[in-house]
Every structure is written in C-alpha cells, then in structure tokens.
C-alpha cells in the first residue's frame, strides 16, 4: 500500500506476552531485500492514528518468519536486486526498536532526506557518463565528410547537456553542503535534497536520451552503454519520491502551505 503516501503502510507489529513485537505483512520494491543481512523496516504499532502511529525496527533477515520473494524484472539498475520482501509472524526483541515506539515516520522521513542526495548523486554519475561519451563519439563520428561535431543541432545539444550536466552537480554539491550545515547546526535540508533529485534526475533522464540520439544507431546498439544510461536514468524520477512528490516538498516547504 505505501508508496508516495509513505504513511498508508498495512505492515503491524503487535506485543506478545513477553514484550516481544510480533510483525506481520509484506513490502513491495525492497532494494537488496533477498542479500541484506539486516533491514529497517517501518511498521504500525498503533493503527488509526496515521504518522503517528508508525515505529521502525532492525530486523535481521535470518531469523524465522522473514521470507525474501523473487527478484523483480526491471527496465533498469538489473544490477541490483530488487524484491518483495514477507513478515510471518516475525518475532523482533523489543530492543530492536529504532528509536522510540511511535517515532518511526520522523526517522523515515530524516532518512529520505540524506537518500535523495545520493539518488541526485546517482543521476549526475549518469550525467556525465553520458556526456563523456558523447563528446568522444561527436570527435569520432563522421558524415558528410565532417565529425558530426561541427554540426550545429549537434552543438546545441552538447551545449544543453553541459549546461544541465553543471547545474545537476552544483545542486548535488549544494545539497551534500547543505547535510552537513544540518548536522551541525541541527537544521533541515529537505528542500535542498529535493531540488537536488529533481533536477538530477530529470537531466538524467534528457541528457541519457540526447546521448542515445548523438550516437545514432549505436546509441541503441547493446554493444555501447547508452542503451543502459537511458534505462537506468528513469528509476532516479521515481524511487526516494517520484518528481511529483519532490514538487510537492519543495513548494511546500516554499511557501509553508500544504
Ligand atoms: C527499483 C525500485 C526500488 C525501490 N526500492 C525501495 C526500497 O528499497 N524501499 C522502499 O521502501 N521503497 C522502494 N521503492 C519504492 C519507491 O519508493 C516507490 O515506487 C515510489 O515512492 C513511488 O511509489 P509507488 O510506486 O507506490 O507509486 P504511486 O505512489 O502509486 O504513484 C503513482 C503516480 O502517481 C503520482 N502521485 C502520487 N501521489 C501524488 C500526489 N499527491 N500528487 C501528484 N502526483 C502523485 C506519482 O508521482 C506517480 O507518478 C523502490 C521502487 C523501485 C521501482
């Protein structure tokens, strides 16, 4: 169930006799689910009062009632394994509590924050792999006896890609500085992790498809990586928040309505 509305998860965790939590669900889209040796796992402690009522736990994944399902068929990052991941009647200590009972949403929400710098991260490498290897080809490639780099329409595009290419990595950057104000003065950086992933991972996504065009029908050859880019670059608008969810924060956050 949960997804964008982070906090509409069905996973419970309920006490035994012994003070024990005793959890039960299942969560879709768990990268590294079937390789992790230990797992954060967010679930309800106390249903009906939303947010609130959300606790986080260390679950170690050999201890019996977890159970990791088949590993996702994706479009793209098939490097890494992606899976359901299943709760039954999973006993957790009560030690392995992360933090207070009903504080588990706050901690997920922190989390998010530092993960969408390194998704932005993630979408700059993409970037610049792109942009490299276009610059390379347009040198290389010729037509109409010229490297297809004297082209105009292909200048245009290297200059587009070089300006948003700079621009996702000053933001990235901006937004890493950001982090580690926050950890000393205390503050938030949300927006600046927000901004970060959206536009790094929307300039992932042009510059990839750009790169694939530069490179004509080799940029659709799986002899050359621009195929994978491409594939790999639109998982950076979706997980960590999609787009419209890092709209929402960074308009939020903007003009302080909701
Ligand atoms: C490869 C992969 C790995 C993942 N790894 C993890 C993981 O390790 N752990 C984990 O917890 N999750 C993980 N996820 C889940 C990921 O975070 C979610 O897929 C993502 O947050 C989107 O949620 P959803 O898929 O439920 O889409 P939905 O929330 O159903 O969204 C569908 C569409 O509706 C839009 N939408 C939703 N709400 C609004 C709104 N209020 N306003 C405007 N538009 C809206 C969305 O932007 C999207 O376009 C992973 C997903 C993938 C694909």
Same mark, same amino acid.
């Given at each position: 169930q949960s997804g964008s509305d982070a906090s509409a998860m069905h996973t419970q965790a309920t006490r035994n006799a012994d003070g024990d939590w005793v959890i039960n669900g299942k969560k879709s889209w768990i990268t590294s689910g079937s390789v992790a040796r230990y797992i954060i796992l967010f679930a309800i402690t106390?249903?009906?009062? &939303?947010?609130?009522g959300i606790s986080a736990f260390i679950i170690d994944?050999?201890?019996? &009632?977890f159970h990791a399902g088949k590993i996702e068929p994706k479009? &793209?990052?098939?490097?890494s394994a992606t899976c359901e991941i299943e709760f039954h009647d999973y006993v957790c200590p009560?030690?392995?509590?992360?933090?207070?009972?009903?504080k588990g949403f706050g901690i997920a929400m922190g989390v998010l924050d530092a993960g969408r710098i390194g998704i932005a991260s993630q979408a700059v490498g993409l970037c610049r792999a792109a942009y490299e290897a276009s610059i390379a080809y347009v040198r290389e490639r010729k037509a109409f006896g010229h490297a297809?780099?004297?082209f105009q329409m292909i200048q245009a595009k290297i200059a587009d890609m070089k300006c948003r290419l700079d621009a996702a990595q000053m933001l990235t950057l901006r937004a890493a500085f950001a982090k580690g104000e926050a950890e000393r003065?205390?503050?938030?950086?949300s927006t600046e992790a927000a901004v970060a992933k959206l536009y790094a991972s929307e300039a992932a996504m042009w510059i990839t498809h750009q790169a694939v065009q530069i490179h004509g029908g080799m940029g659709y050859?799986?002899?050359?990586p621009l195929e994978r880019y491409f594939r790999d670059a639109k998982i950076t608008e979706i997980y960590e928040g999609t787009s419209e969810i890092q709209r929402i924060v960074i308009a939020r956050n903007e003009t302080g309505l909701r």
């Open positions: 106390t249903p009906g009062i &939303g947010a609130k994944t050999r201890r019996p &009632g479009l &793209g990052i098939r490097a009560a030690a392995d509590m992360l933090g207070a009972q009903g297809i780099g004297s003065t205390g503050g938030r950086f050859s799986k002899e050359m």
